[in-house]
């Protein structure tokens, strides 16, 4: 079982940053690829980034290629999502989510999620 509490969510103007962190219970970290995912009202979670189990691999969403930078700290039981040049279509609930096993853009596929953090970006 692997408890997730992300953190770091606000309001930003666009062309800002901010940095989402996800902290992880338990002792086995190393084990799970873990993601990013966002989700806008009325709209379905989306992909946003991935990273494996011991950080050498990571993919994106085209749209956030380039301005989200997604890394992980496997002996602080963390992951990481730093967001620069943030646009309002980035406002969205920012969820963090483990699973076993390779890395996946598919939501369906992990097994556990955080509660989720607001980031809303103002033009």
């Known amino acids: 079982q692997v408890q997730l509490v992300e953190s770091g969510g606000g309001l930003v103007q666009a062309g800002g940053s901010l940095r989402l962190s996800c902290a992880a219970s338990?002792?086995?970290?190393?084990?799970?690829?873990m993601g990013w995912f966002r989700q806008a009202p009325g709209k379905e979670r989306e992909f946003v980034a991935t990273?494996?189990?011991?950080?050498?691999?990571?993919y994106y969403a085209d749209s956030v290629k380039g301005r989200f930078t997604i890394s992980r700290d496997n002996a602080k039981n963390t992951v990481y999502l730093q967001m620069n040049s943030l646009k309002p279509e980035d406002t969205a609930v920012y969820y963090c989510?483990?699973?076993?096993?390779?890395?996946?853009?598919?939501?369906?596929?992990?097994?556990?999620w955080g509660q989720g953090t607001q980031v809303t970006v103002s033009s």
């Open positions: 989510a483990a699973r076993f096993g390779v890395t996946s853009s598919s939501y369906a596929s992990y097994n556990y």
């Open positions: 338990g002792r086995t970290f190393s084990s799970y690829a």
């Open positions: 990273i494996s189990m011991n950080g050498g691999s990571t």
